[in-house]
Structure formats: structure tokens, C-alpha cells
């Protein structure tokens, strides 16, 4: 017999907060800047409408921000957000110059990939899904990673250091066509990371873990960190901003010293 919605949701909050740490608002000392952060003063999240989601209450944009500034007050970091929903690799490629380096940032995190496979199995004007992954909107690999990789180095031309995450799920079925294609553009933007020697941030595989282990124990065929299968629920946010916080080397003592001020609303 299924356990309540109730006793799944408690379940949940017991995964998350073993996973990501007990979250502390006891007042800690100065923490020093982390090498990676060392001189940063600006970082751009270029995305789709993940990111621009990501500027809600709750959102990952918006919990990287007041994180940085309650962990770090003494070297202030302008976190600014280019989101813009539907973008794929093209689109974030035509306006990379305009919306990241224009604004002099040091570093660009660049979350891509969700559009560049779903629109080749989705037909949002006409609201059809195409089980085969032939529509003509989508981005094939090949032109995927010479779009990621153009971004690189066009952002290292300027100094500006790159982040790179991976695509998330497009629906939390692990086995769906979509996730089956989506390893290959994140074997891509993986395989871009080591070549040009940044940091990859692997959320797919965190979200991953997270919806096995939660459908196995529970068999709940819901949805666990997302609202529709794609977007980002207040946990799902919180898992994306803590993964990419790490990345840029906030300890993890870091984050849950200040995890509780960073939701204090007005910060």
C-alpha cells in the first residue's frame, strides 16, 4: 500500500535535509572567500526559462545571490539574471555578446539544453507532443556543441570564466525519450568542461538520484522537484543553487550557516 501524500512529503523533507545538510542560523564568523570567487565581483546566469524562473521567491538565481551576500559581506557579488524562456543554444549564442559580456561580468554560468531536445518532440503552438524527436525546432548535437563551445570562447576572449550545468530533466520519467537523448547533450557539455578545464556542474544526475530513490521507496509517480516535470519547485530550486554554490567553492559549513538568512524575505 502507497504511503499518504503526507507521509511521502515527510519522507521527502528527510531525504533532502540528510542530502544537503541541516540548514543552521546560528551566527558564524567571517568565512573566507573561496579561491574560485576570489576577485569576483559580477556573474551573469545565461538560460531558458529555468533561469528566468530562477529570479521567483525561491528561485536558484535568486538563492545564489542572497547566499553570496550573507556568506560573503565583505566582497559584495552582483549575481544578475539572463534567462529568457524557450532560448536554445542558438538563441543564447546570438545574444551572448549583448546579454554576458556586455555587462562585464566575471563569470557566466550557462544553463542550456532542456530546449534544445524538447522542442524536437514538442509542438508548443500546437500543443502535440511527437514521440520520435523529429521536429525541425529542435537543436541537433553537432550544432549544440559548436553553439556551447563558440559561447566559451568568445566569453574567454573577454576573461570572462565559464560554469557549466547540465540539463536538467525534460519530465521526471528517467526512462522517457527525451532523458534518453538529453545524456548525449550533457556527455557534451561534460566533455566541453574538461576540455576547456571549467567546472561542470552535473545536476542531472543529482536530480536523478533523488527521483529514483524517492520513486522506489515510496512509489510515487508524481512529480518531486519540478512543477510540471521541467520546472524548478521550491526544492528543486534549492537543489540547483546548492549544487552550483559548491561548484563555485562555497563549503557545504557555508551553506548551512547561512542557508536560513538567505530565505529571510527583503534580502
Excluded at 53 to 68: H, I
Excluded at 120 to 149: M, S
Aim: proline share 6%; with cysteine.
Amino acid at each position: 500500500m502507497r504511503r499518504s501524500f503526507l507521509q511521502a512529503a515527510k519522507w521527502l523533507l528527510g531525504i533532502v535535509v540528510a542530502w544537503a545538510g541541516t540548514l543552521s542560523a546560528e551566527a558564524q564568523p567571517p568565512t573566507p572567500v573561496p579561491l574560485t570567487l576570489r576577485n569576483v565581483r559580477r556573474i551573469v546566469c545565461l538560460g531558458d526559462s529555468i533561469t528566468q524562473q530562477g529570479e521567483n521567491p525561491g528561485g536558484y538565481v535568486r538563492r545564489v545571490r542572497r547566499t553570496l551576500a550573507a556568506a560573503f559581506p565583505e566582497q559584495p557579488i552582483e549575481v544578475l539574471n539572463a534567462g529568457i524562456s524557450g532560448h536554445k543554444s542558438n538563441d543564447m549564442l546570438a545574444r551572448f555578446r549583448r546579454d554576458v559580456l556586455d555587462r562585464k561580468p566575471d563569470l557566466v554560468t550557462i544553463s542550456v539544453g532542456v530546449n534544445d531536445v524538447w522542442h524536437a518532440f514538442r509542438d508548443f503552438a500546437r500543443n502535440r507532443n511527437y514521440p520520435e524527436g523529429n521536429l525541425p525546432n529542435g537543436v541537433p548535437p553537432d550544432a549544440f556543441r559548436r553553439n556551447v563551445e563558440s559561447m566559451m570562447k568568445l566569453a574567454a576572449e573577454d576573461g570572462v570564466r565559464v560554469v557549466l550545468l547540465a540539463a536538467t530533466p525534460i519530465y521526471e520519467d528517467l526512462s522517457s525519450p527525451e532523458n534518453t537523448r538529453l545524456a548525449e547533450y550533457n556527455a557534451i557539455l561534460k566533455d566541453l568542461a574538461v576540455r576547456h578545464k571549467c567546472p561542470f556542474v552535473d545536476l542531472y544526475n543529482s536530480f536523478r538520484r533523488l527521483i529514483r530513490v524517492y520513486r522506489e521507496e515510496t512509489g510515487g509517480i508524481d512529480n518531486l522537484l519540478t512543477t510540471d516535470g521541467v520546472h524548478m519547485n521550491a526544492v528543486g530550486n534549492r537543489l540547483m543553487a546548492r549544487q552550483l554554490l559548491l561548484a563555485l567553492g562555497v563549503a557545504p559549513q557555508t551553506l548551512d550557516a547561512v542557508g536560513q538568512k538567505a530565505d529571510e524575505p527583503g534580502r
